[in-house]
């Protein structure tokens, strides 16, 4: 017979295999606002109506420096799986899903596993087969933690809150609890012009905020009520940047800073980073978030995370954080940036795309549209210009003096050694993860498992032929037609890339001109449609059409859905230059799958929307948005020579 100490044994034994009681760990609630900039009362917007928010900042530890994706679902991408969306092709593009590495889950299935009550209220665009039912134990705009059986269950629980989303800006009209904010009073920044409908949208995108600061109070509020309160660590954040022009989708501050408060209650203060009413300055991404949680609730970090907990045990600070634009609905580009405690470095890939891009979605935004008519008037000054026209490769930010982003110091030899620092630490970085969007999208080599074949994806090889390729200097030709022949298609396809770029822009010589021609000829029939392409745009940007249409065409009725939407964004850009390809074009609209309207899959949307948009604009039924170019370089800088460079 067993000892009384022996039973005690035995049950302890037992007892350490079964999860925590609720008592044991805390509850974690995360309260989301989409398309949220800090433009709050305790991140120093004296306009700001949010006394929820500043009394929760008071109480609780305010984070300076949080980065977001530029976007929705690539952000929720590396919210729930705790990886770089671009680690994983194509999850850093708007609407795709990503290829995971065998064996990888989102977060809170693991915290499920280890005895949490999970419910998610109620977005699942995460970008990536995540197995909503293994994750969530309630996921829909009913669930929440209140309702769980077992209440000795901790819970993890988030609300998405959607009343500041970009959408707020289409309806002509609110209906508010208060008086609305007179647009008259609000503060445009200094590179959008100064229209009516601008100022109406960041009124009225203050007036939600507002809203939304109601919205928290009544989580809180529930939250107290529950008795629960003195048990939970809450998280207050938003999902990417504003909703104004120049905010959301773009990699400067105004897209990718976020609020990010936390509070801890006195119970669970010995897991917060600093005492309450803090403020922390320590760059923080969203890849720390989901090894955060997982430290507070006391479960395993997988290795694979590449994030450091900001809060709980193992507490880490980040030296850089980085974020990724890639493309957006439908139309493609390529940015990347690093942030420190003081200073944000951007890379363009692709600096002959303008910055503002035709995309209907965003487009529908009134601000948007009045900022095109003052383009098309002739109205813009330089700063207002600067947005619309040719992107430098290289943009360099003050973030103290400058949070707006708009004095870009990247040419100032003065900042140089900083300049170098940060393009290693992204060029490092983008290494590391083998980023996907070195690979066009559609292509075999896209995935966390294939982009791992070094074969179909030398990283080394590739990063260089981008970089070069972004940098579009004369002296690199040779390099670049050199890669024309690799064997690896995205070595291959960025060096079609910056050869194109080169000819667009203008060949200084004659005899350059022929020769990036010659190069780019054969590459027509190149066994990539991306890589055929990349050589079409540049054919047609030396004044060789036929051969480049026809390339073209092949894409656009071809099989692979991105590919095609690659070759429609060339025939949308050279816009009446495509003329000959107008019957194929609505041949592609008058698809029985484009009528489904918003029920079409985004690798027919997409594609789709595009091409419609081309094929308006060759008939005249619509305008080209107008760049001028000729203004933006003075006003947003460019790089060159072997200080751009870096070699």
């Known amino acids: ?51 929820t928010l500043d009394r929760l900042a008071a109480g609780g530890v305010v984070f300076e420096r949080c980065y977001a994706l530029p976007v929705c679902a690539p952000s929720r991408f590396t919210l729930v799986t705790g990886l770089h969306a671009a680690s994983c092709g194509p999850a850093q593009h708007m609407r795709a899903s990503a290829t995971l590495p065998p064996g990888m889950v989102g977060f809170p299935e693991l915290l499920r596993r280890a005895g ?42 988030v609300f998405n809150h959607e009343t500041t989303h970009e959408s707020c800006l289409f309806p002509e009209a609110d209906e508010l609890p208060f008086p ?38 009544a989580k809180l509020a529930e939250l107290e009520a529950s008795g629960e309160a003195d048990d939970t660590i809450v998280f207050f954040y938003g999902d990417n940047g504003g909703v104004i022009p120049r905010s959301k989708r773009f990699l400067h501050s105004t897209g990718t800073r976020v609020p990010l408060i936390a509070l801890f209650p006195p119970k669970w203060a010995h897991l917060a980073p600093a005492p309450p009413g803090s403020r922390i300055s320590d760059p923080v991404g969203f890849v720390d978030f989901a090894p955060t949680v997982l430290a ?4 395993e970090i997988p290795a694979r995370l590449p994030g450091r907990p900001f809060a709980g045990p193992g507490r880490a600070a980040n030296d850089y954080v980085f974020t990724s634009r890639d493309r957006m609905d439908e139309r493609y580009d390529m940015v990347r940036a690093v942030m420190d405690k003081r200073w944000l470095y951007i890379r363009n890939f692709r600096p002959d795309l303008p910055f503002v891009q035709p995309l209907a979605y965003k487009f529908r935004a009134r601000g948007y549209r009045s900022w095109a008519r003052t383009a098309r008037d002739g109205g ?12 430098p490769t290289e943009e360099l930010y003050d973030i103290d003096a400058d949070p707006g982003s708009t004095v870009n110091l990247a040419a100032d030899p003065a900042h140089g050694d900083t300049l170098r620092r940060l393009r290693a630490a992204l060029r490092d970085h983008m290494r590391r993860i083998r980023d996907n969007g070195l690979v066009p999208e559609g292509s075999a080599a896209e995935g966390a498992v294939a982009a791992a074949d070094e074969a179909r994806f030398p990283i ?15 002296a690199d030709v040779p390099r670049l037609v050199a890669w024309l022949d690799d064997p690896a298609e995205p070595v291959r396809w960025w060096a079609a890339q910056g050869l194109a770029m080169l000819a667009k822009r203008g060949p200084p010589s004659a005899a350059l001109g022929e020769r990036i021609a010659a190069a780019l000829r054969p590459r027509l029939a190149d066994a990539s ?39 429609g964004n060339v025939v949308d850009r050279i816009g009446a230059a495509a003329a000959p390809l107008e019957p194929i074009l609505a041949r592609f609209v008058a698809r029985p799958e484009q009528r489904m309207e918003d029920k079409r899959p985004a690798a027919v949307r997409y594609p789709g929307d595009v091409i419609a948009h081309a094929l308006a604009v060759i008939r005249g039924e619509t305008e080209a948005l ?22």
């Open 1 to 51: 017979m067993m000892t009384g100490r022996a039973w005690v044994a035995a049950l302890a034994f037992l007892l350490a295999g079964l999860p925590a009681r609720a008592a044991e760990r805390p509850n974690i609630l995360w309260l989301v606002a989409e398309d949220l900039p800090p433009r709050l009362g305790c991140y120093g917007h004296a306009a700001a109506r949010t006394p």
């Open 116 to 157: 949490y009550h999970t419910t998610n209220n109620a977005k699942t665009d995460y970008n990536a087969p995540i197995d909503i039912a293994a994750s969530w134990d309630a996921s829909s705009r009913k669930a929440g933690y209140r309702d769980r059986p077992d209440r000795s269950r901790p819970f993890f629980a």
């Open 180 to 217: 609305p904010t007179d647009p008259a009073t609000v503060v445009l920044p200094p590179y959008l012009p100064d229209t009516p409908e601008l100022r109406a949208d960041l009124a009225r995108q203050e007036d939600r905020i507002a809203v939304l600061d109601r919205q928290i109070a």
């Open 296 to 299: 507070l609730a006391g479960v």
């Open 380 to 391: 813009l000054t330089a700063a207002t210009a600067a947005y619309w026209g040719e992107k």
């Open 460 to 474: 080394e090889r590739t990063l260089e032929a981008a970089w070069l390729a972004g940098d579009r200097a004369a």
């Open 529 to 567: 449609g991306a890589v055929q392409v990349a050589a079409a745009e540049g054919l047609i940007g030396l004044g060789e059409s036929a051969g480049a249409l026809a390339a073209l065409s092949r894409q656009i009725e071809g099989p692979n859905p991105w590919f095609a939407l690659a070759a």
């Open 626 to 647: 107008v760049y001028p170019a000729a203004t933006a370089p003075t006003a947003v800088g460019h790089t060159s020579g072997a200080h751009a460079r870096g070699r």
